[in-house]
């Protein structure tokens, strides 16, 4: 909206096109800034409410429970290191 106001209305902003481009950037920032917060503040303690919840209770997502399954398969797995040392030594 800022960049369609500055085109029509200032011919000269139509010459230096990238500045304008620049300038209702900064403008439609500003006034998301201005009139967002408190919306974004909400959302933002709800998520954190959430995200306490969810580790009060113990529960995990899918993805952590993979995770942690993923980490716990490779910590109890053999370490193949020093065979494929052996292996390298004698090819040589």
């Known amino acids: 909206m800022p960049l ?3 085109w029509f209305f200032f011919p000269v902003m139509r010459e230096f096109w990238w500045l304008t ?4 950037a900064l403008i439609g920032a500003s ?4 009139f ?3 919306p974004l503040a909400n ?12 580790v009060a209770t113990g529960k995990q997502t899918a993805e952590e429970r993979d995770a ?19 292996n390298n030594s004698t090819d040589s």
Do not use: C, G, T, W
């Open 43 to 54: 959302a933002s303690s709800e998520i954190y409410q959430r995200r306490e919840a969810r």
């Open 68 to 86: 942690a399954a993923e980490d716990a398969a490779f910590d109890d797995a053999p370490s193949n290191d020093s065979q494929s040392a052996d």
């Open 21 to 24: 481009a620049i300038f209702a």
């Open 36 to 38: 967002l917060r408190k």
């Open 4 to 6: 369609a106001i500055m």
């Open 31 to 34: 006034v998301s800034f201005l």
